[in-house]
């Protein structure tokens, strides 16, 4: 038995994979890219908490479409690159002390763009998974109103070759390193210690 302490969190970030997203509206020439954490699957349905600052949420209000670009854990520095910006031209008041607008956030993250399949803005070449996704849902976040939840369908799924497994849909776990965030310190995935009993393989 463990005896515990009561504490105050000023941030409940215990540990979530990165994703990139990639969004744009049909006038812009560079899509933008938007280091994300709070994102989750179930099913075919990725749940994402999006701040209403961020330039993200105003692109997915006009143009539902998103690439979620799932970057490895030796990618963290060209994610921290780009940490700092936003790809809106006005900075929102609230975040003009610590961020800046660029326009250009894969030049900034060494990110290479690659067309999508079924969706207008591009997968980000550098990230082992890239998901091709459309938002189905919107729903306003918390009491201050200041984020939202946007659910998002996914429509086309890519990965590396050296994550795919031959003639199967399965991505090879070996190879697989994803990037975690975990209050605001990046890290990799640690052994497996278990497997539950759904694992297909
Ligand atoms: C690793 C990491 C995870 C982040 N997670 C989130 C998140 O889950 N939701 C969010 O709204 N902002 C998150 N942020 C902050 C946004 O990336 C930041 O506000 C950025 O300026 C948004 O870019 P944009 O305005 O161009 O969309 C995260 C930043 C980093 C570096």
Same mark, same amino acid.
């Given at each position: 038995?463990?005896?515990?302490?009561?504490?105050?969190?000023?941030?409940?970030?215990?540990?979530?994979?990165?994703?990139?997203?990639? %969004?744009?509206?049909? +006038?812009? *020439? &560079? #899509?933008?890219?938007?280091?994300?954490?709070?994102?989750?699957?179930?099913?075919?349905?990725?749940?994402?908490?999006?701040?209403n600052l961020s330039?993200?949420?105003?692109?997915?209000?006009?143009?539902?479409?998103?690439?979620?670009?799932?970057?490895?854990?030796?990618?963290?520095?060209?994610?921290?690159?780009?940490?700092?910006?936003?790809g809106a031209t006005k900075?929102?008041?609230?975040?003009?002390?610590?961020?800046?607008?660029?326009?250009?956030?894969?030049?900034?993250?060494?990110? %290479?763009?690659?067309? +999508?399949? *079924? &969706? #207008?803005?591009?997968?980000?070449?550098?990230?082992?998974?890239?998901?091709?996704?459309?938002?189905?849902?919107?729903?306003?976040?918390?009491?201050?109103?200041?984020?939202?939840?946007?659910?998002?369908?996914?429509?086309?799924?890519?990965?590396?070759?050296?994550?795919?497994?031959?003639?199967?849909?399965?991505?090879?776990?070996?190879?697989?390193?994803?990037?975690?965030?975990?209050?605001?310190?990046?890290?990799?995935?640690?052994?497996?210690?278990?497997?539950?009993?759904?694992?297909?393989?």
């Amino acid at each position: 038995m463990y005896s515990t302490l009561s504490i105050d969190p000023s941030v409940f970030y215990f540990g979530t994979p990165v994703a990139l997203l990639t %969004t744009g509206k049909a +006038s812009d *020439a &560079v #899509a933008n890219i938007t280091p994300i954490s709070s994102a989750w699957a179930l099913d075919d349905t990725y749940v994402l908490g999006l701040s209403n600052l961020s330039h993200a949420m105003s692109n997915l209000r006009e143009n539902g479409e998103l690439v979620i670009n799932l970057p490895d854990a030796p990618l963290w520095e060209s994610v921290e690159r780009i940490a700092k910006t936003t790809g809106a031209t006005k900075v929102p008041p609230l975040k003009q002390e610590r961020y800046r607008y660029e326009p250009n956030k894969w030049a900034l993250g060494g990110f %290479t763009p690659r067309p +999508s399949e *079924a &969706v #207008a803005p591009p997968r980000i070449a550098q990230c082992p998974v890239q998901i091709e996704a459309r938002v189905t849902n919107m729903t306003p976040l918390g009491a201050t109103g200041d984020a939202t939840t946007v659910h998002a369908k996914v429509l086309r799924t890519h990965v590396h070759r050296c994550l795919a497994m031959p003639g199967t849909s399965h991505i090879n776990l070996e190879a697989w390193n994803p990037m975690y965030y975990t209050f605001r310190h990046y890290f990799s995935q640690g052994e497996r210690v278990g497997v539950n009993f759904r694992a297909e393989w």
